[in-house]
């Protein structure tokens, strides 16, 4: 297993942004270094205690991704070999952790796409007959595949939480023609994720992205249908009425409701064998997607 790291600190660059799980170095003024650590965030609470590997699978994955759906328009994604990065980063430690991107404006929205009743939507659903707002036919049941993806966009807010907006509120907020685009490119990148997740056997539920201009072109950025940002279903367990088997954080999520945490800071103290089965679960997704087997580098 990897060196796990909570925090990093790379002499010679300038950091920008801490963020939640990634931090954010200044390369040049086209170039953002994304630097993903082992931490875990649920419900937007940061817990102390890293996931082992947990950083290297983000980058790596979102990498993988990046380049499968280049088709799909245009993404902030350069490289993530160490040869390309800049020379502070390449020690193993960052190495495997690190993605070198173009520096993006960054849309100030979170664009949600959702193809089954999970999470935040199926409780709305059970309550209100909605998600976000939206109306759907009655009588779904929890994990029910939607009649077809919905895009749910939520505000990004700088601290607290993200609230959920109608796609009206979207259009008043960045103009109706990119909200468009917005919304046109997040379900094509979820519908072509989904098809690639099925041919693997695994269902991608809902997932979550984020687009920038870049050279005045609309670029998918930040990191790309993980297990931090997408919810992942085995598709040979999945059976609707009942939550799923997932390779994401929900394996933390239940671990947590279950102490009866009130979701407020300081996070739960997380027992070994749950912070090895999280680790586990993102090395599995990593695996089952790319095809291929994770050797930890670093
Ligand atoms: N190409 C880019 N240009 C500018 N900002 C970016 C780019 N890609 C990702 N980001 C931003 O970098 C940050 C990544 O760190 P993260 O831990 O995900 O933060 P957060 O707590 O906001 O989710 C996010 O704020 C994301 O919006
Ligand atoms: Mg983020």
């Excluded at 085995?234 to 009866?260: C, H, L, N």
Aim: glycine share 8%; with cysteine.
């Amino acid at each position: 297993m990897s060196n796990a790291m909570l925090q990093t600190e790379i002499p010679g660059l300038e950091l920008i942004h801490r963020g939640k799980v990634r931090e954010t170095y200044e390369v040049d003024d086209r170039h953002l270094l994304l630097v993903a650590t082992d931490r875990l965030s649920a419900f937007d609470v940061v817990f102390d205690q890293p996931i082992p590997d947990k950083g290297a699978v983000l980058t790596r994955l979102s990498a993988w991704w990046f380049e499968q759906l280049a088709g799909l328009g245009r993404s902030h994604f350069v490289s993530a070999d160490p040869a390309d990065l800049p020379e502070p980063a390449r020690d193993p430690s960052l190495a495997d952790r690190s993605m070198l991107v173009r520096r993006a404006r960054r849309v100030d929205a979170e664009c949600v796409v959702r193809g089954y009743l999970a999470g935040s939507g199926w409780a709305e659903y059970q309550r209100a007959g909605t998600v976000c707002g939206m109306p759907l036919p009655a009588g779904l049941r929890e994990a029910d595949r939607l009649p077809e993806p919905i895009f749910t966009p939520s505000t990004k807010a700088e601290v607290g939480h993200d609230e959920n907006i109608s796609t009206a509120q979207l259009a008043d907020m960045v103009g109706a023609d990119l909200a468009r685009q917005l919304e046109e490119r997040s379900i094509a990148l979820y519908v072509e994720g989904a098809r690639r997740a099925e041919s693997v056997g695994l269902i991608l539920a809902d997932t979550k992205f984020e687009f920038g201009f870049i050279d005045d072109e609309l670029a998918v950025i930040d990191e790309v249908l993980t297990p931090d940002s997408s919810r992942f279903w085995d598709g040979e367990a999945y059976a609707p009425g009942s939550s799923p088997q997932s390779f994401d954080k929900q394996f933390v999520r239940d671990f947590v409701a279950a102490t009866g945490w009130n979701k407020e800071p300081p996070a739960p103290t997380l027992p070994d064998d749950v912070i090895r089965g999280t680790r586990d679960r993102y090395v599995a997704a990593y695996e089952r997607l790319t095809g291929r087997t994770w050797e930890a580098t670093a």
